[in-house]
């Protein structure tokens, strides 16, 4: 005899998933018919399937798998026959993963992942996939634990995108760090080398200047009025230009200054609110000429 799910309060609504709950005969499974379902269990699947966020709860002793239709885009093929399956059996490619967290919820104690990884199968193949979720305890009436649920969202393109950003910051750094140019850019209040081109590096005579406040980096520029420019610059945002500036430097000698005539300009860096966030220096050694 089949369970009356089709109509039952514990299955109203959820799309695609919550229908297919309620075709399914839910007496020939370990959870029983519906009508004996705990509130306890009907509160959080209903919540679960009328939402538009990924989730899933895991009921019982077999842990009975239970989500919603945004649930079933991150498990791919594994969807729709994961419904009503075994939690182990659902993910067991990386349940020797997920096991400690999950013990660690059926104790009463919920967790907290960001970004993290795991080599998943799902749509005939493997791959690694990220993902930001929380576990938490599901409690019965007399505050036992009864299962697990789970808030979720795979951040997989998120973390692709920003190494791939990084790996082409990398690149376009060392790009720049070749350029002919007179070239640096320093952040922050204290003036810290983000970059610098070794054309700069062999004006000023120093092996390396990144992570370095100018203060620190060149003391020997102190008193030479280019500390309050670049101040200046910061603080409000103007630009600076100057042609043929003479500028004091050890130039690899300590203790020893040299004088070189620096046609250069001072730009200011912008956040996307439109906050100073570093100073841009371009400029060429013109002594010579």
């Known amino acids: 005899m089949r369970s009356s799910s089709s109509s039952h309060p514990c299955l109203a609504g959820g799309g695609t998933a919550g229908s297919l709950l309620r075709a399914r005969d839910w007496a020939a499974t370990p959870l029983g018919p519906v009508d004996s379902w705990p509130a306890s269990l009907c509160t959080v699947l209903n919540l679960v399937l009328n939402s538009k966020f990924p989730m899933f709860l895991?009921?019982?002793?077999?842990?009975?798998?239970l989500y919603n239709d945004a649930y079933a885009e991150i498990i791919g093929s594994k969807h729709p026959a994961a419904l009503g399956a075994r939690f182990p059996d659902i993910w067991k490619e990386i349940w020797s993963d997920l096991a400690p967290l999950v013990d660690q919820a059926l104790g009463g104690t919920p967790t907290f992942h960001e970004n993290a990884q795991f080599n998943v199968f799902r749509n005939g193949r493997y791959e690694n996939a990220w993902y930001i979720f929380s576990y938490s305890p599901l409690l019965g009436a007399g505050n036992e634990v009864n299962g697990l649920f789970c808030v979720c969202s795979e951040t997989t393109e998120l973390v692709?995108?920003?190494?791939?950003r990084a790996e082409e910051n990398q690149r376009l750094r060392r790009l720049f760090k070749g350029s002919p140019g007179v070239i640096a850019h320093l952040v922050g209040p204290h003036h810290v080398y983000d970059v610098a081109t070794d054309a700069y590096l062999r004006l000023v005579g120093k092996a390396d200047l990144i992570g370095m406040p100018i203060r620190q980096a060149l003391p020997e520029l102190a008193g030479q009025?280019?500390?309050?420019?670049?101040?200046?610059?910061?603080?409000?945002?103007?630009?600076?230009?100057?042609?043929?500036?003479?500028v004091m430097l050890e130039n690899g000698t300590p203790g020893q200054l040299v004088e070189r005539r620096i046609t250069f300009k001072l730009q200011p860096t912008f956040d996307e609110r439109g906050n100073v966030t570093g100073v841009f220096s371009e400029g060429t050694d013109v002594t010579d000429a």
């Open 58 to 65: 895991a009921w019982g002793p077999e842990l009975v798998f």
């Open 160 to 164: 692709l995108a920003a190494r791939y």
């Open 225 to 246: 009025g280019l500390f309050e420019l670049l101040d200046k610059v910061y603080e409000t945002g103007q630009p600076f230009a100057a042609s043929a500036m003479p």
